[in-house]
């Protein structure tokens, strides 16, 4: 199994910027990429960002290309989602995931989530 431990949420002004944190751990091995989704009240979960598992190549949802950017720390297996110019219509609940494939992203495992608020 893959661990995933998410950090970094919280609530910012609009305009504002957060990043979040997945620290990956156990059994990595096979896994691909790592994604971002993020579900907000009474909508369904959704794609954000996915970044393979070296880092190569990302990919990001229309909306939040040029604001959202995915990156990794090789040295601690530990995955980042860097969001400015946050806008209210982003505040979810955001969950990184391992996946399988990179494109289309194919999720094995998730994080716990963690809740971003963004106030107009």
């Known amino acids: 199994q893959v661990q995933l431990v998410e950090s970094g949420g919280g609530l910012v002004q609009a305009g504002g910027s957060l990043r979040l944190s997945c620290a990956a751990s156990?059994?990595?091995?096979?896994?691909?990429?790592m994604g971002w989704f993020r579900q907000a009240l009474g909508k369904s979960r959704e794609f954000v960002a996915a970044?393979?598992?070296?880092?190569?190549?990302?990919y990001y949802a229309d909306s939040v290309t040029d604001r959202f950017t995915a990156s990794r720390d090789n040295a601690k297996n530990t995955f980042y989602l860097q969001m400015n110019s946050l806008k209210p219509e982003d505040t979810a609940i955001y969950y990184c995931?391992?996946?399988?494939?990179?494109?289309?992203?194919?999720?094995?495992?998730w994080g716990q989530g963690t809740q971003v608020t963004v106030s107009a």
């Open positions: 995931t391992s996946g399988s494939r990179f494109l289309p992203f194919a999720s094995d495992y």
């Open positions: 156990g059994r990595t091995a096979r896994t691909s990429a």
């Open positions: 970044i393979t598992w070296t880092g190569s190549d990302k």
